[in-house]
């Protein structure tokens, strides 16, 4: 049996991105990148982690 990957399909992966940035506290942003059918890369946001404060000590 051939499973073919739809749009539908690569949007849940990036959904699943999203929810696990905002489970981490992040705001809900994923992203997948697809080249000829295949998943190459997928990410979310970790832009509140990396963040660090140029104010403390």
Excluded: C, W
């Excluded at 506290?25 to 509140?48: D, F, L, Q, S």
């Amino acid at each position: 049996m051939i499973f073919i990957m739809t749009n539908v399909s690569y949007m849940r992966i990036a959904l699943q991105e999203a929810k696990a940035a905002a489970e981490e506290g992040e705001i809900p942003v994923g992203a997948v990148i697809v080249h000829e059918g295949t998943v190459i890369a997928r990410a979310r946001n970790a832009n509140r982690a990396s963040h660090t404060d140029a104010t403390s000590p």
